[in-house]
């Protein structure tokens, strides 16, 4: 990747309140690139599905916390990383799969599916009982003037 030209970090507990505030202050913080409108929502919606699946996967039944890191680069990418510490994925190949869920009917199982496709890179580490990393990367169109 190219020279970082600005950086930030947020550790919040896993309320599901804290989602908003995620989304917004990600959005807010990657603005400084000038993204499109479609490209800000996808990246605001990566930001959602990945705490969303650190708050109802992660922390299940219990409060941790989650840290969100980005780091903007020369050349209009960025990388995102939802870090938490929770229960970990015994099966990260199963769990990247299409409509697969550990929660209840009201999950689609399309959460890892939605950060791949709205990302151009994205990598899902996971040590059971220790918890999860996704870290995404996004290279922003080139800005007609």
């Given at each position: ?52 699946n650190a708050i109802v996967h992660g922390y299940a039944d219990k409060c941790g916390f989650i840290t969100v890191t980005v780091r903007l680069f ?70 007609q003037v």
């Open positions: 990747m190219r020279a970082v030209i600005n950086k930030m970090s947020l550790k919040f507990e896993s309320h599901s309140v804290n989602e908003a505030f995620a989304r917004q202050a990600v959005g807010a913080f990657v603005a400084q690139l000038d993204p499109t409108m479609e490209e800000l929502g996808d990246i605001k919606t990566v930001v959602s599905e990945a705490v969303t020369e050349g209009r990418a960025l990388e995102l990383k939802v870090k938490d510490a929770g229960c970990g994925i015994e099966n990260v190949e199963q769990a990247r799969q299409p409509m697969f869920t550990t929660g209840d009917d009201t999950r689609s199982g399309m959460g890892f599916t939605i950060m791949e496709t709205f990302t151009d890179k994205m990598r899902v580490r996971s040590t059971p009982g220790k918890g999860t990393l996704v870290a995404m990367v996004k290279v922003l169109k080139e800005r």
